[in-house]
């Protein structure tokens, strides 16, 4: 069956049910999904309640009642379908929509997942998209949440842009003009909120020496090209309000600074996408700042707000979004202080460190890709954090870059191989992974994470560095 087939038979399946119970994840991703598929089942007539968890295991699976309702699983589910199994879930009342790698089962659960058919850049939320439209074409105002949720699982970064079904769902939104697709956009984060200088400094993809990590360097940088920077009552302009002919001489400008320094300048472009119907220079206008808004809500346990935000509430819920937000990157920004303050331990091809109990484990995966822009950048970063609700538990973040990647890393893959060694699980992706490990195989954990990510240098011809 093709991936058209398997949206079909999801679509069917879900219209002959009167009640749906959505148990979704907790990320953007997960956020998003489910506000796709919970719009879809109301514009349907479907009576629903969702569920939001951190993780499907154990302990979770308890806040998925047991009753009659058809269990509708979102950005979870294909890798945990043995705790289904072992909950009695029959497969006739389960159904899976999910983009992660499926777990060999006794039961064969429905499900709808993309990276079977050999579509590994999209997110549930992109799947849950397909399905709401195979109910109804007229949810294709959807799209956008789809897009936030393919851009928030980091489906556009390695590409700079969407590629395949998930860029066609933003054509296609585009097409109902609920979508503003970029083609060729400066490929940095916070165009529609940050002061130019700004959103600059703190970019490191293109790493740009003088500017990246440098605000008054930047600053120093736009200066030079004589371009006004600021409206007569001195508002800093963010990227989206500069004059398109300024916006030409600054990406020429930063390309020459990229290649006089020896650097590859393909990367300071990327398709972006923007929601002409949202206020200007607020983080609901862009897809990547929509995203980390959803983030926010998500790792400080208020996901249902985020869920709100996504059926267009723009006021008590997107004000306390915003609260959340706020206290979201001040937290992040002290975790980052501390990694740097601190410092990380390096074995030869990874570079580590343990925060302790002194942040919520939600966090520390930002704080490594932030902090990995001011250390060595080509070797992977892992931040293991206690886990207060079971001791006997670390979780480990880990993260790299594009360039890693494209080198043959796979932090996906060392994860789920390390920690299933120790009797632990992880999973991800090539550029951002996780797992959790017992908290006495920390040591013996790191050391097989660092040999098998030179195992994978090794195989793609780099040898021991």
């Known amino acids: 069956m093709s991936l058209c087939d398997d949206v079909r038979s999801a679509a069917r399946e879900i219209l002959t049910h009167q009640e749906v119970t959505l148990i979704s994840h907790i990320d953007a991703d997960g956020i998003a999904g489910e506000s796709i598929l919970a719009q879809a089942l109301s514009r349907a007539g479907i009576h629903h309640t969702s569920v939001f968890v951190r993780q499907l295991e154990p302990m979770t699976m308890r806040q998925v009642p047991e009753d009659k309702t058809f269990k509708l699983f979102c950005d979870l589910g294909a890798g945990q ?58 949810n294709v105002d959807l799209s956008r949440l789809a897009v936030v949720g393919n851009v928030g699982d980091m489906m556009a970064r390695e590409d700079c842009g969407l590629v395949g079904p998930a860029r066609e769902i933003a054509l296609q939104g585009a097409g109902a003009g609920c979508i503003e697709v970029i083609s060729r ?41 004589g371009i006004d920077l600021q409206t007569p ?88 979004a915003e609260h959340m937000l706020t206290n979201h990157r001040a937290v992040i920004r002290d975790l980052l202080e501390y990694i740097l303050n601190t410092g990380v331990r390096e ?5 580590f460190i343990h925060v302790g109990s002194r942040y919520p484990d939600t966090i520390v995966g930002i704080g490594a890709g932030m ?51 120790v009797g632990g699980a992880g999973g991800g992706h090539r550029i951002a992974a996780g797992a959790f490990i017992p908290k006495e195989s920390e040591e013996h954990f790191v050391n097989r994470v660092n040999q098998l990510i030179s195992e994978q240098r090794c195989a793609e011809g780099q040898g021991h560095r």
Not at 89 to 103: A, C, F, G, T, Y
Request: net charge negative; with cysteine.
């Open 347 to 351: 074995l030869s091809h990874i570079q």
């Open 185 to 225: 956009d400066l490929n940095c984060y916070g165009t529609s909120t940050r002061p130019l200088h700004v959103c600059l400094a703190y970019n490191d993809d293109p790493f740009i020496p003088g500017i990246t990590n440098n605000v008054n360097g930047a600053l120093r940088f736009l200066q030079k090209l």
């Open 81 to 138: 379908q043995n705790l289904l199994a072992e909950r009695g879930l029959r497969e006739e009342e389960v159904l899976i929509v999910d983009h992660h790698v499926s777990q060999p089962c006794e039961r064969e659960y429905p499900q709808v997942n993309c990276l079977p058919h050999g579509f590994s850049k999209m997110s549930a939320a992109g799947v849950a998209y397909l399905v709401a439209m195979e109910m109804d074409p007229g």
């Open 233 to 320: 009552e001195k508002r800093w302009l963010v990227w989206e309000e500069i004059p398109p002919v300024d916006k030409r001489l600054v990406t020429s400008s930063l390309v020459q600074q990229i290649i006089s320094c020896g650097e590859r300048a393909d990367r300071l472009f990327s398709e972006s996408y923007l929601f002409p119907g949202e206020a200007a220079r607020t983080p609901l206008r862009n897809a990547q700042e929509f995203a980390t808004l959803l983030n926010a809500c998500g790792r400080w346990t208020r996901p249902r707000v985020g869920g709100a935000i996504c059926r267009g509430d723009r006021g008590p819920a997107y004000r306390e």
């Open 371 to 421: 902090a990995l822009s001011r250390l060595n950048m080509e070797k992977p970063i892992l931040v293991m954090v206690e886990q207060p609700e079971d001791p006997a538990l670390t979780k480990v973040s880990m993260r790299t870059t594009e360039r890693v990647v494209g080198r043959g890393i796979d932090l996906q893959q060392a994860l789920t191989t390390a920690s299933a060694e």
